[in-house]
């Protein structure tokens, strides 16, 4: 029965390779951000310039109260005694907070209900009334990171709450936050994983970029700009490694005006690989100076800040000349080179932010389902704002720069996959080489050694005659006779067999024919073929394959069942060529050919090669299995 397998099977294989990357990425994804996200919150009660949040806010002048709005704090004179003050809740006691947490920056004191609850500052008058605080504080030697908290009695519900404190013009309103133990820790928890885990997850990018990339070039692949991308990846590494507070050389110099430049690099970065990617001339060009022109923008704003800025400046028009415009100008060239030129890379590129979009809103729809946790994320980094482009910007490089690392490495080793499979193939065709060579070495061998045969036979045929002269000459009649039958029969068992006039296939199948006969292998020839004039190329080629593939199925088999059947004629302009041989099991294929079971390299490239070779020159190979035979037919055009 005929054996069939079409290329849908591998494809789902594939797609089905590929789903299942993708839904393993996104699920680690997930958990990851999860564990990053805190579980518990802490109130914040800071008011702000637009709202007191709740807090009742005044000053003190000659003992009267004056209530004031936050807005009015910023006309207050520098170390003005200002008072926050509000009723605790019972809600906010059931909810476990069990201190209250202080910008340790100002001196301050708490009072409850008015009586005195905690002061930075026991010195000075703490009053509820009559509060004076130093205008130029001191802070005491808290260790980085420190926080000034008081624990809040039992039963505070209802009770009152008033915070007297400085104003200071650099540090904005007050920051009063309400915790406890448990939120306070899972808090500093989180923001550690928040900053360290990208910050690890970049470093391992680092490292798994930079290895590629060392292979690629011990292989003889220079991909140079893939640096870029390794360059990018240490930039965030060490960004967020900044955010950690991670001291360190490499960290100060980050710390430095050099920081101001850390948004741009990571944007430009990727955009510049994207830019080496494109093919259109008119492209790249285009792209090119809209770079440039960023580039040269990034380079002029910061650097104006440094000195104190430009009269023109502004961080908003900054983001947008410098990142926002870049962007949009790299999704309508990505568009462009995806289906104009139809280059690969730009393509994967808009299928990858097509899919960054539908994860994104089905993350959004999922979560409005639920608590709304990532829903109200989402919005925030979607909202393009003065406040808000950083965050967006941020997310906006993140994406690009994953997309683009992602198309570098698949590049980087598609590149590899291909020089190994041409390298593999070049040895396969030089052992095809060799073997075709190898034959037409048999066929020349076999002519020589006829030729031979031929002077040994003329050498020897004059001997043969005296002898015969001679038996005639005594009238030995019976005697020559059987002289004569003697020569006859040596003769013929010395004489090779000849299979057909095409000295090529004559050669290989003489050749086969000695190895069959060692290897207890039937050899059954019926070769129709005049002086037709073959293709040897791919004569040699297809007929050695097709011997050499039939000898080692045959021993598998047990002796006196091996058999080798070849058929060949000309009909038509077609050469047709049949090889069978016994066959017994079950046959694997891939790719619609049988699977080799040969060990190592160099295998399993016979039937592939033959195809090649019979559809160059407009034939074609097939093959069936039945009634106990493996069957070949291979058809050629012969000129």
Known sequence: MQKKITWKKTSVIKGAAVLLFVLLTVWMIGLLFDIARPKTEELALAPTMGDARGWELYTLESGNRMEISPEDILSLEAGSVIYLSRTLTKEQEDAGYTFLMLEFTRPCAVFLDEDLFYTNCPKEDTRFDAVTLPKDYTVPAFAPGEEVRCSLPAHYAGRRLTIATTHMPESGTPSVILSSHARHFDYLTTGTIHELMPAAGFAVLTLLLSGIWLFALFQGIFDYPSLLLIFAALIRMLSHLRQFQFFSPISYAIDSPFALFIPIIEVMLPCIWLFLQMKDHKNRLLFGAILGFSAAVSLIFPI??????????????????????????????????????????????????????????????????????????????????????????????????????????????????????????????ARQLDSRLLAQKDFYEARISHENALRSLRHDMAGHLNTLAVLLADDKTAEAKKYLDGIAKYHKEQASELFCKNPYMNAILQNYAGKCKKEQIELDCHIGIGDEELPATQLCLILNNALENAMEASLTMPEGERIIKVQATVRQDQFLLRVSNRFEGCLTTADGLPVSTKEGAGHGYGLSNIKQAAERRGGQMEYRVGDGFFVLDVTLRVN
């Open 304 to 429: 104006g800040g440094l000195f104190g800025g430009l009269p023109f400046y502004s961080s908003f028009l900054a983001n947008n000349l410098t990142l926002f415009f870049p962007l949009a100008a790299l999704i309508l060239f990505a568009v462009r080179e995806a289906f104009q030129k139809r280059n690969h890379i730009f393509i994967s590129l808009l299928s990858g932010l097509g899919i960054t979009a539908c994860l994104i809103a089905v993350l959004y729809v999922g979560s409005l389902c639920g608590e709304g946790f990532y829903a109200d994320q989402i919005s925030i980094i979607l909202n393009i704002s003065d406040s808000m482009v950083a965050l967006f910007l941020y997310w906006s490089a993140v994406i690009l720069f994953l997309l683009s690392t992602i198309l570098a490495l698949y590049q980087i080793i598609r590149r590899i996959a291909d020089m190994r499979t041409d390298l593999v193939l070049q040895t396969e065709y």
